[in-house]
């Protein structure tokens, strides 16, 4: 459970333009990573710039989060070797399904279908 609780503790702040680095070397924007984020925990900008200055770790980027979509069931596959839906501990889950969004933007997959409009 050690690698578990590095996760937790990391700085969203740390990974974050990692995020945005995978998605521009795909020809994606800091906008669209943005977006998936938004759409995912409800977080607005003013809310994520207040993460990033703060440091907030994984832990608390999801405790914190306005709202977990009510779609993140919808997100399927495979994220570092594991199915998402297949995660039994919650808040990694909720950081693997930001994995996988981000992966599938960077993979070149429709807006509309990485929202799952």
Same mark, same amino acid.
């Given at each position: 459970?050690?690698?578990? $609780? &590095?996760?937790?503790?990391?700085? #969203? /702040?740390?990974?974050? %333009?990692?995020?945005?680095?995978?998605?521009? &070397?795909? =020809?994606?924007?800091?906008? $669209?990573?943005?977006?998936?984020? #938004?759409?995912? @925990? =409800?977080?607005?900008?003013?809310?994520? $710039?207040? !993460?990033?200055?703060?440091? @907030?770790?994984?832990?608390? #980027? #999801?405790?914190?989060? %306005?709202?977990?979509?009510?779609?993140?069931?919808?997100?399927? =596959?495979?994220?570092?070797?594991?199915?998402?839906?297949?995660?039994?501990? %919650?808040?990694?889950?909720?950081? &693997?399904?930001?994995?996988?969004? !981000?992966? $599938?933007? /960077?993979? =070149?997959k429709a807006m509309e279908k990485i929202l799952r409009a």
């Amino acid at each position: 459970m050690k690698n578990v $609780e &590095r996760v937790y503790k990391m700085s #969203f /702040a740390g990974v974050y %333009p990692l995020y945005i680095q995978k998605a521009e &070397r795909k =020809g994606r924007s800091k906008e $669209e990573v943005d977006q998936i984020i #938004f759409w995912l @925990t =409800g977080y607005d900008a003013a809310a994520l $710039e207040k !993460i990033l200055e703060q440091k @907030t770790d994984f832990e608390h #980027f #999801f405790k914190e989060a %306005p709202l977990l979509n009510p779609n993140v069931s919808k997100i399927t =596959g495979v994220i570092c070797g594991y199915r998402v839906e297949d995660i039994e501990e %919650p808040l990694m889950q909720k950081v &693997r399904y930001l994995d996988k969004l !981000i992966d $599938e933007l /960077a993979k =070149g997959k429709a807006m509309e279908k990485i929202l799952r409009a």
